[in-house]
């Protein structure tokens, strides 16, 4: 009986997530409207987001005609794509550019539907799935870092891979074999190989994305569901209908981006913001390149590895996995104006610490 309920308990929290009798062309698209007021600019950050994984997509399978996922071969093709073929350059580096630009705009996303108050009832499927997006892409940045085997890439993967391991150590009981399980299944040999470069190279171009594509999929459903949330405390100045009036400037703005992205990665190559030289292959024997980083992504919680305990880090990353996760049940009775304050140290945090991380960790540590 006790089980009966907590089904039914369960049945009533989904059917009011995925109203079926809303699952129609009118109710999600034609009757649709989005809310105009002074943060209306966070509804088109999802879409950019959108927008930049599906270049991703794209250029993705094109880089897949030529790519070759060997320790022998992959530098080899990825040179190869950059030197000869046509249009291969621009392709790949349209994939770096816009690697980075998914990932900051998933963030820019995540904060201001924090900001916003989106996470609320009924969209807290929409909160959850979305923060199991952000990590997938995260995880697409590091699996794709690996993938050109060069000096560099191979190296900053070994220091991630390691400080994974190192998590077993304050980990309870049989808890503590996990990190070295998740080693074992994703380096797959002792040290990174050939079983690591196949098994990321697996993970970038097919788990990763049909969980993307999954998650996504439930994620959008959700939202076009629920339409926007109202997003500010004040009624809204006016509603503009979604389609065509919204979806027309989602898409004027995404082809506008593209042109940027386009004139970017036409003229500056990304290697060029890269502390080394990223088309050096690997050499087994070659030296470890002193203060190697992982890409700007992963600062926020790079330097603070360097500069505090490891278990600080541990503890506080776990701790904000699980706030991310239930910030709908959490924050549920907090009001926009705290939620706003909140992001906007969320924010300057990221922002200083991505900037200026290496100036604050010479300072902390003259070393380095
Ligand atoms: C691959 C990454 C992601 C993509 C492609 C994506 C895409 C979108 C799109 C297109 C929308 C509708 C337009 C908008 O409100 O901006 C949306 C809404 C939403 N997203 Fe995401 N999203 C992603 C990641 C995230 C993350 C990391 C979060 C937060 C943890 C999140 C939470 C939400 C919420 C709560 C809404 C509803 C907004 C509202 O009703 O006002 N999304 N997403």
New binding site residues.
Partial sequence: MKNGTAFGALAHFLQERFPVDKMNFHSMVEKKEVPVHSMSW?????????F??IIQVVTGLLLLFYYQPTVSDAYASVEYITKYVTGGALIRNIHSWSSSC?IL???I??I???A?K??EKP?EI??????L??F??FTFGFTGYLLPWNQIAVNASKVGLQSVEAAGQYLPGQLSQLPRMAIETFQGEASVGQSTLGRFYAMHVVLLPMA?AA??GL??L??QL??????VDEPPRKVEKFFPVFFFKDVSLWSAVFLILFVIASTVPFDSFLPFPLLEPYNAMGSTPPGIKPEWYFYFVYYPLEMLPFWVILLASNIAVVV?LL?PWIFRGTSRRTLRYISLAASAYLVVITLFGQDILHMVKPGF
């Fill in positions: 966070g509804y088109y950050t999802g879409g950019l987001t959108l930049f994984f998914m705009f998933a963030m996303h995540m201001t539907a924090f916003m989106a996470f969209r929409t909160w959850i799935a979305g923060v997006l952000l997938i892409t993307i998650l996504l994620h959008l959700s939202v629920h339409g926007m949330s109202q997003g991310l910030t």
